[in-house]
């Protein structure tokens, strides 16, 4: 399942694209501190933005540069700011795509789909690592042990597949992070060690306690 965010400030519609795109199985977060859109990209970690140009504090060219010094996930604009000059910066500062207000739903739908498509066709493509009698299968973002399934956020999957690469070795905090951002220098130490923990605890649900262990003052040890 594809998890898309939606930074827009007129509730009426953030509300309104959050209960359409549920419908057609997207999980949606909508962002409400809007002076700290950056933090929310982050815990969240979706695979595509849609992003308002007039927002509070700050506008959205602004954080779509944020953005995109750290990761390349798709970024649509929506906005009634339709002036060819509002579209040709929005697209120079790295945006995929450029959707006017007011839109008619279905296309908006239809333009994040193909948008999707086009940007996780690749990496969707199935096939599976394995460790021991565990299975991490990179298209649907799934852990198997023992008959049971745990499903993971794409952020945990990444964290998993450089495990899978190298287990039974120590990896570094340092590693890790530039592994799972494009540029780790603007990333809160912190944000790691909530990804990892928070992955502690899915595994242990399925039994694999202790998968992860933390070498204090060189890293992480996967097995």
Same mark, same amino acid.
């Given at each position: 399942?594809? @998890?898309?965010?939606?930074?827009?400030?007129?509730?009426?519609?953030? &509300?309104?694209? /959050?209960?359409?795109?549920?419908?057609?199985?997207?999980?949606?977060?909508?962002? +409400?501190?809007?002076?700290?859109?950056?933090?929310?990209?982050?815990?969240?970690?979706?695979? %595509?933005? *849609?992003?308002?140009?007039? *927002?509070?504090?700050?506008?959205?060219?602004?954080?779509?540069? @944020?953005?995109?010094?750290?990761? /390349?996930?798709?970024?649509?604009?929506?906005?009634?700011?339709?002036?060819?000059?509002?579209?040709?910066?929005?697209? &120079?500062? !790295? !945006?995929?795509?450029?959707?006017?207000?007011?839109?008619?739903?279905?296309?908006? $739908?239809?333009?994040? /789909?193909?948008?999707?498509? +086009?940007? #996780?066709?690749?990496?969707?493509?199935?096939?599976? =690592?394995?460790?021991?009698?565990? =299975?991490?299968?990179?298209?649907? !973002?799934?852990? $198997?042990?023992?008959? %049971?399934?745990?499903?993971? $956020?794409?952020?945990?999957? @990444?964290?998993?597949?450089?495990?899978?690469?190298?287990?039974?070795?120590?990896?570094?905090?340092?590693?890790?992070?530039?592994?799972?951002?494009?540029?780790?220098?603007?990333?809160?130490? &912190? $944000?790691?060690?909530?990804?990892?923990?928070?992955?502690?605890?899915?595994?242990?649900?399925?039994?694999?306690?202790?998968?992860?262990?933390?070498?204090?003052?060189? !890293? #992480?040890?996967?097995?």
């Amino acid at each position: 399942m594809y @998890k898309i965010m939606i930074v827009e400030d007129d509730e009426v519609i953030a &509300n309104t694209l /959050q209960k359409h795109l549920a419908r057609w199985d997207f999980a949606v977060v909508v962002v +409400r501190d809007f002076q700290n859109v950056l933090n929310e990209y982050l815990r969240e970690q979706p695979d %595509l933005v *849609l992003l308002d140009v007039y *927002l509070p504090f700050y506008n959205g060219y602004h954080w779509c540069a @944020k953005i995109r010094e750290l990761a /390349q996930v798709p970024i649509v604009f929506i906005s009634s700011a339709n002036e060819n000059m509002n579209i040709v910066m929005a697209m &120079n500062m !790295g !945006g995929d795509d450029f959707i006017n207000k007011p839109f008619d739903l279905n296309v908006i $739908t239809a333009k994040i /789909q193909a948008i999707l498509r +086009r940007s #996780y066709s690749f990496a969707k493509e199935s096939y599976a =690592l394995a460790f021991q009698d565990i =299975l991490l299968d990179l298209a649907t !973002g799934e852990v $198997t042990y023992q008959d %049971l399934k745990l499903e993971l $956020t794409k952020n945990e999957v @990444k964290i998993m597949e450089l495990f899978f690469q190298k287990p039974q070795t120590i990896i570094t905090r340092e590693e890790l992070m530039n592994f799972l951002w494009d540029d780790c220098q603007f990333v809160d130490d &912190n $944000t790691l060690s909530v990804n990892i923990n928070r992955l502690r605890k899915k595994l242990e649900t399925i039994g694999l306690n202790d998968l992860i262990k933390t070498r204090k003052g060189m !890293g #992480y040890l996967f097995g």
